[in-house]
């Protein structure tokens, strides 16, 4: 395991795969950047042209991604109090008052400083336990899978954002887009409502395309159209190279402790399937908050918060790895696509993928640990320049984007049923979406429900038809019984919370 670790790092630094990791890094610090443009819709663009690429440069190019676009998006959350992603509003709370105090600087740093404790740590926290939990899954019969599968979507109902029931609608909408097509174990179609192209069913590539790219576009091009400016004005921000380097002082006031706390919040949230950054970031700042020694100056502008919400934030990244390499289930909609990735290049996700395809996962564990490294030493190279990102016109960009995006849902497919598809799902999503329904849920079910159909099934089949079956394993048993608690406290519970604050 050691050997194989330290042999994915040494094809990490080849030239033309490391060259893959600076390329992804870039691109996903730009897509974090920009106001709209997450990690998340670069690697749905990235995914078509992954048919013509070495798998190992497509999953290190689509980590430095990871990595990198879910920093990048604090960077506009702090400046100009736009964040570039859902994990860098929780980063804002914080770092736009510091900017606004002339200590946008400090903001920076700390946020690139927490990315690279938190992603390091993170990795390693992956890499321990990630074989562990493989050899338990080994344990897991098709009872205990739909069981887990039960779980995880419980997990993302109650881990979107907004209502739990706009959530649970958002996710029995997508597991219903799943059974369109032929079924799985007989060979007959189904709901194509007597059109021949909706045999073919909703493929996984282009409803990623569509729920995510299409419907991002319409919906910042609104928001853009009437609450953004078109050229977001910074020229009158002027910062130093050296002002991006952390403070010796700064670090110890705020304390390992944090850090070390922070990041494993966030590798266990993201292990949570649909949890994501801004659920990793809100929970590693509440705790944070909790037990600070000045927890009145949260919300003020403070160097400790953002480095809770950055560690969780990024150690998010390797824990959102955990439940897709071991067991097959997407940790969050970036794994969701890598696991469009695996398909692409005939990786299958489990148990066995370890013994198997450890020359391709290796490289993955050493893109996410150096990707996180770079992250400091990006904004020292680039810090001053990053906020001119911000000055292009959304005009011309997303015409772009949207070009890109159908193009690409036909090369995945070579479907213009598919290209439909795609548009459709984009715009049911952006409208669903203006209604306040989250659209990761809607990507999961499409993903998780016809495994859970085909688990649950089978699992009849075994028992004559006795629901009982599910409660009479105890894996079974136990993935029930916490999807019942994580509904209660996770859900109700935290949204009582949320609503009192």
């Given at each position: 395991m050691v050997e194989e670790i330290i042999l994915g790092f040494a094809t990490l630094f080849s030239l033309s795969v490391?060259?893959?990791?600076?390329?992804?890094?870039?691109?996903?610090?730009?897509?974090g950047i920009v106001p709209g443009l997450t990690g998340t819709l670069a690697i749905a663009l990235l995914l078509p042209i992954t048919f013509a690429m070495d798998p190992v440069n497509a999953l290190v190019m689509a980590m430095g991604i990871f990595v990198s676009g879910i920093y990048s998006g604090?960077?506009?959350?702090?400046?100009?109090?736009?964040?570039?992603?859902?994990?860098?509003?929780?980063?804002?709370?914080?770092?736009?008052?510091?900017?606004?105090?002339?200590?946008?600087?400090?903001?920076?740093?700390?946020?690139?400083?927490?990315?690279?404790?938190?992603?390091?740590?993170?990795?390693?926290?992956?890499?321990?336990?990630c074989p562990i939990i493989a050899k338990g899954a080994l344990m897991l019969h098709t009872i205990d899978r739909f069981s887990l599968i039960v779980l995880s979507l419980v997990a993302v109902c109650i881990a979107s954002k907004g209502s739990v029931a706009k959530g649970v609608i958002a996710t029995v909408i997508g597991i219903m887009l799943g059974t369109i097509g032929i079924d799985?174990?007989?060979?007959?179609?189904?709901?194509?409502?007597?059109?021949?192209?909706?045999?073919?069913?909703?493929?996984?590539?282009?409803?990623?395309?569509?729920?995510?790219?299409?419907?991002?576009?319409?919906?910042?091009?609104?928001?853009?159209?009437?609450?953004l400016p078109t050229i977001i004005d910074v020229k009158s921000i002027k910062f130093l190279r050296k002002d991006f380097i952390p403070k010796f002082l700064d670090i110890k006031s705020i304390g390992a402790k944090l850090y070390i706390k922070s990041t494993v919040i966030g590798n266990l949230v993201g292990a949570l399937p649909g949890a994501g950054a801004a659920m990793a970031g809100f929970i590693s700042y509440a705790e944070a908050k909790?037990?600070?020694?000045?927890?009145?100056?949260?919300?003020?502008?403070?160097?400790?918060?953002?480095?809770?919400?950055e560690s969780a934030n990024n150690s998010?990244?390797?824990?959102?790895?955990?439940?897709?390499?071991?067991?097959?289930?997407?940790?969050?909609?970036?794994?969701?696509?890598v696991l469009g990735m695996f398909k692409i290049q005939g990786i299958v996700p489990g148990p066995t993928l370890f013994a198997k395809s450890m020359h391709l996962i290796a490289p993955m564990y050493a893109a996410l640990m150096v990707g996180s490294i770079l992250i400091p030493i990006s904004l020292w190279l680039f810090g001053p320049y990053y906020l001119k990102m911000t000055q292009i016109r959304r005009s011309v960009l997303y015409p772009?984007?949207?070009?890109?995006?159908?193009?690409?849902?036909?090369?995945?497919?070579?479907?213009?049923?598919?290209?439909?598809v795609a548009l459709v799902l984009g715009i049911v999503t952006y409208l669903l979406r203006k209604q306040g329904f989250p659209s990761v849920p809607l990507l999961m079910g499409l993903i998780l429900g016809p495994m859970a159909e085909d688990y649950l099934r089978r699992a009849l089949m075994i028992s004559d038809g006795n629901f009982m079956i599910f409660f009479m394993r105890p894996f079974s048993l136990s993935f029930l019984i916490l999807a019942v608690i994580f509904a209660y406290f996770l859900g109700f519970k935290q949204r009582k919370v949320l609503e009192a604050m």
């Open positions: 490391f060259l893959y990791l600076i390329i992804g890094f870039l691109v996903g610090l730009f897509f604090s960077i506009t959350g702090t400046v100009v109090n736009i964040p570039g992603t859902p994990g860098g509003a929780v980063t804002s709370i914080e770092g736009y008052p510091l900017m606004l105090k002339g200590r946008g600087a400090d903001a920076l740093t700390h946020g690139a400083f927490g990315s690279f404790i938190g992603g390091v740590g993170g990795v390693l926290i992956l890499m321990f336990f799985s174990q007989v060979p007959v179609a189904r709901f194509n409502y007597g059109f021949v192209s909706m045999t073919e069913g909703i493929e996984l590539l282009p409803a990623i395309i569509g729920i995510f790219a299409i419907s991002e576009l319409l919906f910042q091009i609104e928001i853009g159209l009437a609450k909790r037990s600070s020694k000045r927890p009145e100056d949260y919300g003020k502008g403070t160097i400790e918060g953002i480095a809770a919400v998010m990244c390797a824990g959102a790895m955990i439940p897709l390499l071991t067991i097959g289930i997407p940790g969050d909609a970036v794994t969701a696509m772009f984007i949207a070009l890109v995006a159908m193009i690409g849902a036909f090369s995945a497919t070579f479907s213009e049923f598919q290209m439909i």
